[in-house]
């Protein structure tokens, strides 16, 4: 399904297509015209046309996108069809909300373990999930899992994310506001909230 | 300070050449060459200098930018040179982690208030802060508050950018995971975690 042609500017644009398609889905919407889709993505509707036919989706004129195949295309696309197991290091109070959040269920995502190297958190439990020491993080390669959340304080980040590494992660959510270093084929996303304040006195 | 040439591309990546900058600054850097910023902000050198060079910047052959005066440039473009006073909706597990987050105090905002509409919260602390009633947000339009952080469930998001912007709210981060509409001149800024750990699976 993954098409080679596919620009990686196109690529990047699909999950927020996709979220906007599981918003309206999840309001009994099946059809969608591109100029209602841009308004979710704050895309022009000539983009969009562009981005989707890369992968063959052409909306029907006066109808639009079929909502359900669509859905289905990016998240082929996007290799999340099958549920992607993923851990979170970090348990205190970031962690503990990323733990608890209903979003990364909805795209396939499925939070398998929690570590954190507190005494007083170790053994307690998130959710279903306990807590389990930093010290096992070597479980992650006998699960073979590829992805992590890293919700920890900067001053352990980059030890965590080495340990990480070492033990088979690829794919690193970092939340901890800090640079890390990763050999390259290790996709790192930082998302520091505080860079995402920063710009809106610019515009107010 | 607010140069009209410089493009918005340009001004979308400030942000990021400003976290590379406090992080050296923090470490005793004085002065940044074009190459090693690259490298913290994952852009070509060519793009950095041209990016830069709209507002006066430029590095020394050899020994780079100087990294205080760059600092103080990119804070004042981006109005980030006086405090920013910022309210907070929503005291769940997330709005506790983001009220205790001190990535926003670095750059200049101060959390002045925050507000849920659950009686079990109001009148607890996060903090110094006091959780304020929902109904008591009109104390927004008194105290000339422009930025605020919507960290509510989503069902409620709408309602509660509705009441925010009534009382003259122009700046909105938006944690809810859910679209909201608003009138032109006000700027929201949507972060899902979920669409952040997306891209993943595609790259690993």
Do not use: W
């Not at 309001?27 to 562009?50: D, F």
């Not at 992968?55 to 082929?76: C, M, P, Q, S, W």
């Not at 096992?136 to 590829?146: H, P, R, T, Y």
Request: proline fraction near 5%; include cysteine.
């Amino acid at each position: 399904m993954k098409d080679q042609k596919v620009p990686e500017e196109t690529i990047r644009r699909l999950p927020r297509y996709l979220r906007a398609l599981l918003f309206v889905q999840q309001r009994g919407i099946e059809s969608l015209p591109s100029h209602e889709l841009a308004e979710y993505v704050q895309l022009n509707p000539t983009q969009i046309r562009k981005d989707l036919s890369h992968f063959g989706a052409f909306g029907k004129r006066g109808t639009g996108y079929n909502v359900e195949t669509l859905t289905k295309t990016i998240r082929d696309i996007l290799k999340l069809n099958e549920p992607q197991k993923t851990v979170l290091v970090g348990a205190g109070r970031l962690g503990t909300a990323i733990a608890s959040f209903p979003g990364f269920e909805r795209y396939g995502f499925d939070i398998t373990a929690i570590y954190d190297n507190s005494m007083s958190k170790i053994g307690k439990k998130i959710g279903n999930t306990i807590i389990k020491s930093s010290d096992a993080l070597s479980d992650i390669k006998e699960n073979k899992i590829k992805l992590a959340i890293i919700a920890t304080p900067p001053e352990v980040a980059q030890e965590t994310v080495t340990v990480l590494v070492e033990n088979g992660i690829t794919g690193v959510l970092n939340l901890s506001s800090c640079y890390l270093k990763v050999p390259k084929e290790v996709k790192v996303r930082t998302i520091d909230l505080a860079m995402e304040l920063i710009m809106l006195p610019y515009y107010t």
